[in-house]
């Protein structure tokens, strides 16, 4: 079991940045790839980024590549997300995810397990 509370969401400036947090708890947490998803008013969840457990691999949903970056601190049991350069369209709710499974880390969120309540995060133009 995986436990995920996101935090660090909030009210920015177009063009400023934020980083989201996700702690977890549970033992498994060190083993397991994490991910980033979005979800805006009216639209499907979309994902954002996700890192492997070791922190070596990691991809980004087109939207966000070049502004965003996702890392992890296996020893604080966090998952973060640098995000610079926010745009508008970047407001949403943002969810960390956790994914048990062999081979990279996955953009699909059907392949989650754990999923965060979610933090809101609202770019003003």
């Known amino acids: 079991q995986v436990q995920l509370v996101e935090s660090g969401g909030g009210l920015v400036q177009a063009g400023g940045s934020l980083r989201l947090s996700c702690a977890a708890s549970?033992?498994?947490?060190?083993?397991?790839?994490m991910g980033w998803f979005r979800q805006a008013p009216g639209k499907e969840r979309e994902f954002v980024a996700a890192?492997?457990?070791?922190?070596?691999?990691?991809k980004y949903g087109d939207s966000v590549k070049g502004r965003f970056t996702i890392s992890r601190d296996n020893a604080k049991n966090t998952v973060y997300l640098q995000m610079n350069k926010v745009k508008p369209e970047d407001t949403a709710v943002y969810y960390c995810?956790?994914?048990?499974?062999?081979?990279?880390?996955?953009?699909?969120?059907?392949?989650?397990?754990?999923w965060g309540q979610g933090t809101q995060v609202t770019v003003s133009s």
């Open positions: 995810a956790a994914e048990q499974n062999w081979g990279p880390p996955s953009a699909l969120d059907q392949m989650y397990d754990y």
């Open positions: 549970g033992r498994t947490f060190s083993s397991a790839h």
């Open positions: 890192i492997s457990w070791s922190g070596d691999n990691t």
